[in-house]
């Protein structure tokens, strides 16, 4: 139950749309004012205390967007709904992008924007609740850990394509979370009680892709004894997470990309074309412009699923979260296997905060699944690590050394390990004693400087 009516605001130059969206709103007990223009708007909203405010996008003086960031730069829990007649991918991503959290096209039904509203309302009360913007548990939503800037900038946009259906492609290294971030982007939105469907594009065999993704009918081919549906039936008014997308034929791309243009499929030895509601999220791990550039990726296709793009950090670029995903695995593992928690020693922490991640938060992952497989509840030191971890950490892979520095480094460990003898560490380095001097002398200066 409400504690209290909530008050909303309707901004639209139309006085038949103010209307109409009021005396709806009215009827389930919202408090409703309303404003023909954005300069009236700003006048209500100095004075008011307001829980929402649905703004047309085109009006005649002062556009939507305009109100958009005037809300957006005094609050971040007034909940804001774009109405536009003008709808267009790019109406709504730059709605999105100043900080509305729905978007209407019109023209829409009374359902339609009730959806809308309470959906908008439970995010503010959440907010206001203090979940939101300061939460502090490592678990976000989804599995997704991580509070560094880079992760909360990754949020951010997770939250605001959430809302919205428009494309998004995801892109990053391998294991730095790319399917998570897709999944919490579809749990997140209005479609969550529709499927969500991830595809492999890379393990799928090129002649049996299409129908996978679009289905057949029987006798389509040899073999196709019964009609079947493919991915994009399965997914109907969810999400399709198109993994490795880069690795389709350019033939697939042609297809898909009229799919994407017509939200309409054809079924493998079909006729008939069918409807389908199907918001997509691609990824990769590739740099999918240069692919464009070499001819590999269409270039049409590639501005089709780049409406939003998502860049998710590698792991070496947000240190902060290194040992809190750590640690949420040490507690996922040990609870799956029933072990005591392993106890790491600070050097070991050192080393995982140090370490460069090739493999990202995959790699973690698995060195701390098998830590505490080995460990059995006992201490860890850095014997216990990998010994690519050990070597790199030691050697400084990643780092970006110049070679003199290496040779340096090298040198001067060398020597200490033969107890500062010139002529022994000169000899393994395989260098006069005067080559030796002289690295030495380098390193001196350069660490004085
Ligand atoms: N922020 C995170 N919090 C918790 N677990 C994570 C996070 N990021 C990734 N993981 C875990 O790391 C593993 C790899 O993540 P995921 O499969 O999403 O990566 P990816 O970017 O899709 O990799 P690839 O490009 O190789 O397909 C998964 O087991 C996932 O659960
Ligand atoms: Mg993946």
């Known amino acids: 139950m409400r504690q209290r009516r909530e008050r909303i605001l309707v901004i639209d130059d139309s006085p038949e749309a103010r209307e109409v969206i009021s005396r ?14 954005v300069p009236e708007a700003v006048q209500i909203l100095d004075s008011d205390s307001l829980d929402l405010v649905i703004t047309d996008l085109k009006m005649p003086k002062v556009g ?3 109100l958009i960031k005037h809300v957006r730069a005094r609050s971040s829990d007034i909940g804001i709904i774009m109405v536009t007649g003008y709808a267009s991918i790019e109406s709504a991503v730059s709605a999105v992008k100043e900080g509305a959290e729905h978007y209407l096209a019109k023209p ?5 924007l009730l959806t809308a509203v309470r959906d908008v309302l439970e995010k503010v009360r959440f907010r206001r609740s203090g979940h939101g913007d300061n939460q502090t548990a490592s678990v976000r939503s989804h599995g997704l850990v991580g509070e560094s800037a880079a992760m909360r900038a990754v949020y951010e946009v997770m939250d605001k394509a959430a809302s919205i259906s428009a494309t998004v492609l995801v892109t990053g290294e391998s294991g730095t979370g790319k399917e ?27 002649g049996l892709l299409e129908s996978e993704l679009f289905g057949h009918v029987r006798g389509a081919y040899t073999g196709a004894t019964e009609t ?18 880069s690795e389709t034929s350019l033939a697939m791309q042609v297809k898909l990309l009229r799919v994407l243009q017509d939200k309409e499929i054809r079924m493998v030895g079909g006729t008939q074309q069918m409807n389908v509601d199907v918001r997509i999220i691609a990824a990769t791990n590739k740099d999918l412009l240069d692919l464009v550039r070499r001819q590999l990726f269409r270039e049409d296709l590639y501005f089709r699923i780049n409406v939003i793009n998502m860049e998710v950090p590698p792991l070496r670029d947000r240190d902060d979260d290194i040992l809190l995903l750590a640690q949420h695995f040490v507690d996922k593992y040990s609870n799956e296997l029933g072990r005591e928690p392993p106890r790491f020693s600070d050097r070991v922490l050192e080393v995982l905060r140090s370490y460069h991640w090739p493999g990202n938060v995959r790699e973690l992952e698995n060195v701390i699944h098998r830590l505490v497989v080995m460990s059995e509840g006992a201490a860890v030191d850095v014997a216990e690590l990998p010994s690519v971890m050990r070597f790199s950490v030691q050697h400084g892979v990643g780092r970006h050394l110049t070679l003199s520095q290496v040779e340096a480094e090298h040198a001067c460990s060398v020597l200490a390990s033969v107890d500062g003898n ?19 002398k380098r390193d001196v200066a350069r660490s004085e400087q």
């Open 24 to 37: 709806n709103l009215t009827a389930e007990g919202f408090q409703v004012l309303s404003a023909p223009g």
């Open 64 to 66: 939507g967007i305009e």
């Open 108 to 112: 829409f039904t009374d359902s339609e």
């Open 228 to 245: 079947r549906a493919g991915f994009f039936q399965t997914a109907d008014g969810g999400t399709l997470f198109l993994d490795e997308i």
């Open 180 to 206: 998570l971030v897709a999944r919490g982007i579809h749990y997140g939105g209005t479609r969550a009680q529709a499927p969500f469907v991830p595809i492999n594009c890379g393990g799928i065999p090129e």
């Open 422 to 440: 010139k002529t022994k560490a000169a000899e393994i380095l395989g260098i006069d004693r005067k080559t030796l001097r002289e690295i030495l």
